[in-house]
Every structure is written in structure tokens, then in C-alpha cells.
């Protein structure tokens, strides 16, 4: 598969137009989905940017327009269906035309990568009960794999077939997304990450990557259960876009991350509460409790290259002028600076800003903004401050804490005198050293 195309690029993109406006030439009148009296308004009030697809029914002349229209007070998409009559068969077939030249339907098949064990065991119900029907409803075609193992994503990702499929969507979290983009990374034939578009619906625990989409379209303050609804919408009408990366690299090997890298309280937390998956991201409040009032001491030490202040994102500038303390650590670009002290409550760094569809880590990232974020939670720190952090994580206003620090890093170093567990997107990994930087625009996502 050739290089993905710029962002304006798209799999079913819409020119902004109503259905009274494609259909007002044609002889149809309306059989159901919506007060037939009130016809002209009813078609003036569906617009093409949330129609996913049309099908027509020609033995009774009747075509069938599958609409998400985006409820302002639920902030989720719920399905409508119009089904229009026609006169007769040549206004069905040029209805039909019009619709596929307006809603730009390109034909092309997908490989859906489903994890029945991710987050609260829901994907197989997703799937059936919203993926397949909006995907058909699409004229998208697909074909589902289940992964059976763990590093079973990788092998697909590693053994996909470019020639077969127009991209790879992740129904799951934030995982297997993790090995598909490494399994691509292996291949021997040439084939870059960036050169496969990648999905992912939410089908895990945290979901973090579905979370940056929504709030990239504005769609992520919805229910957690009515999100996937949002998310495959995201996925059928979405553009192509490259997304950043983080490379780690240790025990000489090299791993790219779509999400994060942390350690301290938030690794503790992530890993030792794995038995209560089927709690969804539940566990992670009940371990939080337990490891703020535990309030472990973490050593290590952390070395860095800032990125320059005047490089870093306007909203972290602004960040980083009422923080002078912070602003010194972007002193001296291009060189490795060392954190003072030694002792941490935690350490992440990102290059997506949330850890869950309802927790915003980090609210100066961006998918493709090109940087990482370093954020440091150094000791001592009180159980009442980490109490804090973990209840503002929702709103953001976290970062306001004069106990957790940020740093716009291109690249960073992380050295302890014995073996601990990293959180790599969600896997655990058990070293002493560690390194990382940024890939700017390094693989294509649709949303």
C-alpha cells in the first residue's frame, strides 16, 4: 500500500448539503422515519455530514438514508433511518447516485482486530450490535479476527495483507493497537507504519486513544456505554491523519508507544489492578485509594532535552509563564538537562493527553503536535495533594498543582540502580533503564 493521503483525504467524507437540497428536483415522497407532513423540513434538517450510507430497494422503489445526528444534550450519535419512495426506478437510480456523490462513498474493506478480553469483555457486543450494522450500513466491507493470545495483534499486524485491505481498525483498547503498530513495524517488505491507516473503537479499560479522537471532533463528553457509537462513527466518516509516536528503546530493543510511558503510582495502579478488569476503569479508583494512602517513594533519576519554549504549543507557553520554575527546565535546547532530585510519587510521559474517555492527564497534548510531554510528580507530596490530582484529573485542572511539574521534552532517560516495572500503552515492562523520544507524524489514524 502506497504512503496515506494528506488529511483532507477521507473513507466517506460529505460536502455540507441537506437532503431536501440533493432531492428537491425528484418526484419521492416520505414512507417512514419522519412526520410526512412535514416533508421539506424534515429533509432540510438531515445533513449529509451525518449520513453514513444509503441503500436502495428496487423491486418497490424505495431508498433507505442511515443518519447519526449528534444530540446536544447526550453529546452521543443515535441512529435515524429515512426511507424515501420514489415514482419509479430511474429517480431511485439517480436518488441513489446523488447520495453516493454526496456522502462520496468509496469502496474498500477493512480488517477488524477484535480483543473479546479487553476492559469490561464488551467488544463482541459492540460488535454486533453497532460495528457491523454502521459498517454494512456504510458499504464498508470488513472482515473480523479475534485475537486468541497475547502478542497475537502483533502477528496480524506483522502479517497483514497491504494487497487485501484498505487499513487495520482496533476493535479493543489501547493494547492491541499498541502491538498492530509494532507487528507493522517488523515487516520485511518494506511497509512503514505510517503507510497502513489505522481505526481503534473502544473495546478496553481506559480507551485513551478513542478518548483524543472524540475530543478532536468535539464528541467525548457522552456516556462511556454510547461512546462506541461516536467512535465508529469517527471511524466511517473520518480523515486520515498522522499522529505522533514515542520510540522507547531498552535491553536492546526498540518499541513504539501510541500512548504513553509511566511509572511510580500510576504503573502500580494500572498493573496490580488487571484482576478487576471486568470492573471497566472502575479498578482504577479503587487501587488509586489504596496506593495514595500507601504514598510509595519512587527512585530514580530523570534525564532530558527540552523542548524550546518558543517551539512549545501557545496553551503550554502561557502554562509555562506563570510557572518560572518550569520555564528554567527549557532552558539550554538540544542539551541533556537532569531532574533535581531523585525521589518521585510517579512519572509519565505522553503524547496523548488522556488516560481514560472521562480523565484528561495531560491538557496541553495533541496527537499530532509533534511533542511529548513529560509530567513529574517529584517527593515528598502529601496523600491529601495526590487525593486532589486524582479527583481533578476529569476536568484537567490538575495541571494548576504546585506539586506536578510538566516538561515538553524531545527525548528523555530513565536510570534506577535496580530492575521496575514501566507501563509501555498498557504492557508491563521490568527494567533499570529506559529511554524514549518523540516520532512526530510517524503513523495514520482515521477520526
Known amino acids: 500500500m502506497s504512503t496515506a493521503p494528506a488529511n483532507d483525504a477521507a473513507i466517506h467524507s460529505s460536502r455540507d448539503s441537506t437532503l431536501a437540497e ?3 428536483p425528484l418526484d419521492f415522497k416520505i414512507t417512514s422515519g419522519a412526520n410526512r407532513r412535514k416533508i421539506s423540513s424534515s429533509l432540510a434538517n438531515v445533513s449529509t455530514k451525518d449520513i453514513i450510507g444509503s441503500r436502495a430497494h428496487g423491486k418497490c422503489n424505495q431508498l433507505s438514508i442511515y443518519y447519526y445526528p449528534l444530540s446536544l444534550r447526550k453529546h452521543y450519535r443515535k441512529r435515524h433511518e429515512i426511507i424515501l419512495q420514489f415514482r419509479d426506478q430511474p429517480d431511485l437510480t439517480m436518488a441513489r447516485h446523488q447520495m453516493v456523490q454526496a456522502v462520496q462513498i468509496k469502496p474498500c474493506k477493512f480488517l477488524v482486530v477484535l480483543n473479546p478480553y479487553g476492559g469490561a469483555k464488551k467488544a463482541k457486543d459492540y460488535l454486533d450490535k453497532v460495528v457491523k450494522p454502521m459498517l454494512f450500513e456504510a458499504e464498508i466491507n470488513f ?23 484498505d487499513g487495520i481498525c482496533a476493535l479493543s483498547g489501547d493494547g492491541t493497537l499498541h502491538e498492530i503498530i509494532n507487528g507493522i513495524s517488523q515487516r520485511t517488505d518494506g511497509t512503514k ?16 486513544l478513542v478518548a483524543a479522537i472524540l475530543e478532536r471532533r ?70 488509586a485509594i489504596k496506593h ?14 527540552p523542548e524550546s519554549v518558543s517551539e512549545a504549543p501557545e496553551i503550554f507557553q502561557k502554562y509555562l509563564s506563570n510557572r518560572p520554575k518550569e520555564a528554567d527546565f527549557h532552558q539550554g535546547n538540544q542539551t541533556w538537562h537532569t531532574f533535581p532530585g531523585n525521589k518521585f510519587s510517579f512519572v ?44 481533578q484529573l476529569e476536568s484537567g485542572n490538575h495541571a ?38 518523540v516520532r512526530p507524524h510517524s503513523a495514520t489514524m482515521i477520526y
Request: proline share 3%; glycine share 6%.
Open 143 to 165: 472482515e473480523v479476527v479475534t485475537t486468541e493470545h497475547c502478542g497475537h495483534a502483533t502477528e496480524i499486524g506483522r502479517n497483514y495483507d497491504t494487497s487485501k485491505f
Open 400 to 437: 494548576s498543582s504546585p506539586q506536578i511539574q510538566f516538561i515538553c521534552v524531545k527525548q528523555v532517560k530513565f536510570n534506577f540502580d535496580k530492575e521496575r516495572a514501566f507501563n509501555l500503552d498498557g504492557e508491563k515492562s521490568i527494567n533499570n533503564v529506559m529511554e524514549a523520544d
Open 218 to 287: 468535539g464528541e467525548r463528553k457522552c456516556n462511556p456505554n454510547k461512546a462506541i457509537w461516536n467512535a465508529t462513527f469517527a471511524f466511517i466518516k473520518g480523515n486520515l491523519n498522522r499522529v505522533d509516536l514515542l520510540m522507547t528503546r531498552y535491553a536492546d530493543q526498540e518499541l513504539y508507544l501510541c500512548q504513553s510511558l509511566s511509572w511510580g503510582l500510576i504503573c502500580d495502579v494500572e498493573f496490580e489492578s488487571e484482576w478487576l478488569r471486568v470492573f471497566g476503569s472502575t479498578r482504577y479508583s479503587i487501587y
Open 193 to 208: 507504519i505510517d503507510d497502513v491507516p489505522i481505526g481503534i473503537l473502544n473495546g478496553g479499560t481506559a480507551n485513551c
Open 292 to 305: 495514595i494512602m500507601l504514598n510509595k517513594c519512587h527512585q530514580g533519576t530523570i534525564s532530558y532535552i
Open 22 to 24: 440533493i432531492f428537491s
Open 348 to 391: 509519565a510521559l505522553m503524547v496523548n493527553g488522556f488516560w481514560s474517555l472521562d480523565n484528561v492527564a495531560n491538557p496541553f497534548s495533541h496527537l499530532d503536535d509533534g511533542k511529548a510531554y513529560l509530567m513529574v510528580v517529584p517527593k515528598p507530596v502529601s496523600r491529601l495533594s495526590l487525593l486532589k490530582f486524582f479527583l
